[in-house]
């Protein structure tokens, strides 16, 4: 067998594992390139070529040429490791791109395993819910920054000052009425019979706030 053989095998090999980690990705929209997946494939095929190579020493008989094959590998293991762990290479839109599979792992498994217990299940529910949320944040920030629009700072709270319990209460609002929801049968008990208003919070909310000519009530 060949060495070119043995060389197009490893790298066969190196595409077919980089493919595979995006096989348990929950949705295709989800499939982005990872540079940090990129160097575990070849870290995987590096391994793959010394293992192999241990295995099969009797069907390549280039001493030096199999000193020179396990000598690359382990540095291209070592630097393909330093490149993962260092993540030098990796910018904002890389690292987001490497994050969204990974995210989209987290869905796939939370959702579709077989959970009994339901305070698992509640936990499962928040990652899902989480997991969606932080996806579509960073796929609109992939698309916002690698046109060009990179901002350089972003708001933060101002860092909490000291005062004094005078301070405190002098610049805190206390409500004076919480305005809880009223039902209609609470109000026609107030109210009586006639024509009336109510006033809501929103359009699906019981009214807060029910009058009627003479008369008002309030809850």
Same mark, same amino acid.
């Given at each position: 067998?060949?060495?070119?053989?043995?060389?197009?095998?490893?790298?066969t090999s190196?595409v077919?594992m980089?493919?595979?980690?995006?096989?348990?990705?929950y949705?295709w929209e989800h499939?982005?390139?990872?540079?940090?997946?990129?160097?575990?494939?070849?870290?995987m095929?590096?391994?793959m +070529?010394?293992?192999?190579l241990?295995?099969m020493?009797?069907?390549?008989?280039?001493?030096?040429?199999n000193?020179?094959?396990?000598?690359?590998?382990?540095?291209?293991?070592?630097l393909?490791?330093?490149? %993962?762990?260092s993540?030098?290479?990796?910018?904002?839109?890389?690292?987001?791109r490497?994050m969204?599979?990974?995210y989209?792992? +987290?869905?796939?498994?939370?959702?579709? =395993?077989?959970?009994?217990d339901?305070?698992?299940?509640?936990l499962?529910d928040d990652?899902?819910? =989480?997991?969606?949320?932080?996806?579509?944040?960073?796929?609109?920030?992939?698309a916002d920054?690698?046109?060009?629009? %990179?901002?350089?700072s972003?708001y933060?709270?101002p860092?909490?000052a000291l005062?004094?319990?005078?301070d405190?209460?002098?610049n805190?609002?206390i409500?004076?009425?919480d305005l809880?929801?009223?039902h209609?049968a609470e109000?026609?008990?107030v109210?009586g019979?006639?024509?009336r208003?109510?006033?809501?919070?929103s359009?699906? +909310?019981?009214?807060?706030?029910?009058?009627?000519?003479g008369?008002?009530?309030?809850h």
């Amino acid at each position: 067998m060949s060495y070119i053989r043995f060389g197009l095998m490893i790298l066969t090999s190196t595409v077919v594992m980089f493919i595979l980690m995006y096989l348990n990705t929950y949705a295709w929209e989800h499939v982005f390139f990872s540079e940090t997946r990129t160097y575990m494939a070849v870290m995987m095929g590096a391994t793959m +070529a010394v293992v192999m190579l241990a295995y099969m020493m009797g069907m390549y008989k280039s001493m030096p040429l199999n000193i020179a094959i396990f000598i690359g590998s382990v540095i291209l293991f070592a630097l393909s490791l330093w490149l %993962v762990r260092s993540q030098v290479t990796v910018s904002g839109p890389s690292y987001m791109r490497a994050m969204i599979p990974h995210y989209s792992i +987290a869905i796939m498994t939370s959702e579709r =395993a077989q959970i009994r217990d339901p305070r698992v299940r509640k936990l499962a529910d928040d990652i899902i819910e =989480a997991q969606r949320r932080e996806i579509a944040e960073m796929r609109y920030l992939i698309a916002d920054v690698s046109s060009g629009n %990179v901002v350089e700072s972003i708001y933060k709270d101002p860092p909490v000052a000291l005062g004094t319990v005078e301070d405190a209460l002098s610049n805190t609002l206390i409500s004076q009425l919480d305005l809880a929801p009223m039902h209609e049968a609470e109000a026609d008990r107030v109210l009586g019979p006639g024509a009336r208003c109510r006033f809501n919070r929103s359009p699906e +909310a019981d009214p807060i706030l029910w009058s009627a000519q003479g008369a008002a009530g309030r809850h």
